[in-house]
């Protein structure tokens, strides 16, 4: 079904045909869009196990283009893609502040019981506030270790740098005593 509304589709003849995540089930239906459409944009969540199956029963297909819709392909045969003349891409970055942003949430939600708040308020069991519930524990004054100065580590420490430029030559100190500067 031609989606509406994009001037360019329509103009190119596009055919839009969204799937839903139940949709992609097994290599009969991978196998079909590959056979059938220029490109197959999609989720790591909604791929088969064995694209280079899905790629040996389509061997010439009419798709162009493999576009995987986050960083990672991992779960796609580029070997087979490639062999059967598909482009495999993928969205490095696109998802980065995002991962970073849920990484400090869970940091202060852990620490300050947030979840088990949420879940009393939603179960009806809040009576109302008190001095001693729930605090949990203060992230004021804490050192954070972060594994990995990627794009998601990175990410993770840069809404904290104003918040320890006071503690900075502490930090690096400590840092210099571990050996990691």
């Known amino acids: 079904m031609r989606k509406r509304g994009s001037h360019q589709a329509e103009a190119a ?3 839009v045909t969204p799937l839903l995540e139940t949709q992609w089930t097994g290599i009969p239906v991978f196998t079909r ?3 059938h459409a220029l490109g197959v944009l999609s989720e790591a969540k909604v791929f088969i196990d064995d694209t280079a199956a899905a790629f040996a029963e389509a061997p010439d297909p009419r798709c162009r283009l493999l576009a995987n819709f986050g960083v ?10 490639t062999r059967a003349g598909v482009m495999v891409s993928n969205t490095p970055g696109a998802v980065t502040d995002a991962t970073a942003d849920i990484a400090l949430t869970l940091i202060l939600m852990t620490a300050r019981r947030a979840g088990e708040g949420e879940r009393a ?8 506030w008190t001095p001693t519930q729930m605090l949990g524990m203060h992230v004021t004054g804490k050192t954070l270790g972060i594994i990995g100065m990627g794009r998601i580590g990175k990410g993770i420490r840069l809404p904290l740098v ?5 503690n900075e ?6 840092l210099r005593e571990a050996g990691v500067l």
């Open 13 to 15: 003849d596009v055919d």
């Open 33 to 35: 869009r590959l056979a």
């Open 72 to 81: 990672g392909y991992n779960h796609i045969d580029a070997e087979a893609a």
């Open 121 to 128: 308020v939603r179960a009806d069991r809040w009576t109302g």
């Open 162 to 166: 104003p918040l320890a430029k006071a």
């Open 169 to 174: 030559p502490v930090v690096e100190a400590a």
